[in-house]
Each structure stands twice: as structure tokens, then as C-alpha cells.
């Protein structure tokens, strides 16, 4: 859904499916709007910058996924808790606790990018990817302290072949 810039104005948004998309005339900062989500926060920027500027609450309890080209800035200490998915474009952290309450992060597509706030040791949180894991250090020193778990999660219809072909 492509929200209204009205939408700037007040009111929680909670996920419970679907997806956030920006627009050019709209990349607000919700981050402190998001609230009591029971499915992922699924933000599509379609080839925007946006940037959160405020912290995204605990009572998320089901993730971040970061859908579309552009770029998805986290500048805040966030507390989601849950699985980050980086499925397309650019997911920016500029805050040491910009990923929430210690949850995996998986790709599915995508860059995870550091910079000078955050060059977090993020190795062994990074699991069940199924794309190449895409990491930006942008011209920052990041050292990986431990080993980064790089075995492939199937997707559901790859289980369902696997399945089929074994019976």
C-alpha cells in the first residue's frame, strides 16, 4: 500500500500482512509509529531513501523485512524483536542497535550496509539466507569474530520437490 502523506500526521500502524511502500512523494519517518505488529514490518522503499529516524517498539514481535530498490536507514537503538530479512536494495544501519532484540538476519536479496556508527560483528546472527549474503562496509573497518552460518534455508517449493522426488 502506498500511504498518504497524511498519514505524517498520527496513529499507530500495525503490521499484520502487507507491505509499507514509499513513493516519492512519501518517505516519512514511522519508525516510532510501527506498534503491536503480529506479521513482519514490511517496508518496500521502491527505490527510495528513507530513513527512520525514531525507534521501532518491543511489541513488534515478528520481524523487519526490507523489500525494493533504495534504501531503508536505521539511525535509531530499535527493539523489534524477530527475524531481519533483507529481500532487495539497501538496508543501512547508522545506530550499534539498529537491528532490534537480537533476532537472525537472513538474505533473500540484497545489501546490508555498515557505517561509522554501527560496524557490529553481526556473523553469528546471519542465518537460513537464500541469496548471497551482501555485506557494504562502506570504507569502515568490520570484523567478523566468528564463523557465518552460510547453509542454505530451502525455500517451500524447493521442500515440496524434495518431497515429491523422495517418495
Given at each position: 500500500?502506498?500511504?498518504?502523506?497524511?498519514?505524517?500526521?498520527?496513529?499507530?500502524?500495525?503490521?499484520?500482512?502487507?507491505?509499507?511502500?514509499?513513493?516519492?512523494?512519501?518517505?516519512?519517518?514511522?519508525?516510532?509509529?510501527?506498534?503491536?505488529?503480529?506479521?513482519?514490518?514490511?517496508?518496500?522503499?521502491?527505490?527510495?531513501?528513507?530513513?527512520?529516524?525514531?525507534?521501532?517498539?518491543?511489541?513488534?514481535?515478528a520481524g523487519l523485512t526490507k523489500t525494493g530498490d533504495g534504501t531503508l536507514t536505521l539511525s535509531n537503538a530499535n527493539a523489534y524483536a524477530g527475524v531481519t530479512t533483507i529481500n532487495a536494495g539497501t538496508l543501512r544501519l547508522d545506530n550499534t542497535n539498529a537491528l532490534g532484540g537480537g533476532g537472525d538476519i537472513t538474505?533473500?536479496?540484497?545489501?546490508?550496509?555498515?557505517?561509522?556508527?554501527?560496524?557490529?560483528?553481526?556473523?553469528?546472527?546471519?542465518?537460513?539466507?537464500?541469496?548471497?549474503?551482501?555485506?557494504?562496509?562502506?570504507?569502515?573497518?568490520?570484523?567478523?569474530?566468528?564463523?557465518?552460518?552460510?547453509?542454505?534455508?530451502?525455500?517451500?517449493?524447493?521442500?515440496?520437490?524434495?518431497?515429491?522426488?523422495?517418495?
Amino acid at each position: 500500500m502506498a500511504a498518504p502523506a497524511h498519514w505524517a500526521e498520527s496513529g499507530d500502524i500495525t503490521f499484520t500482512g502487507g507491505t509499507l511502500q514509499f513513493t516519492s512523494n512519501n518517505t516519512g519517518n514511522y519508525a516510532t509509529r510501527i506498534k503491536g505488529s503480529t506479521s513482519a514490518i514490511t517496508l518496500d522503499t521502491n527505490g527510495q531513501t528513507v530513513i527512520f529516524t525514531g525507534a521501532i517498539a518491543s511489541t513488534n514481535g515478528a520481524g523487519l523485512t526490507k523489500t525494493g530498490d533504495g534504501t531503508l536507514t536505521l539511525s535509531n537503538a530499535n527493539a523489534y524483536a524477530g527475524v531481519t530479512t533483507i529481500n532487495a536494495g539497501t538496508l543501512r544501519l547508522d545506530n550499534t542497535n539498529a537491528l532490534g532484540g537480537g533476532g537472525d538476519i537472513t538474505f533473500t536479496g540484497g545489501t546490508l550496509q555498515f557505517t561509522s556508527n554501527n560496524t557490529g560483528n553481526y556473523a553469528t546472527r546471519i542465518k537460513g539466507s537464500t541469496s548471497a549474503i551482501a555485506l557494504d562496509t562502506n570504507g569502515q573497518t568490520v570484523s567478523f569474530t566468528s564463523a557465518i552460518d552460510f547453509t542454505k534455508q530451502r525455500r517451500p517449493d524447493e521442500e515440496r520437490r524434495r518431497h515429491a522426488d523422495a517418495q
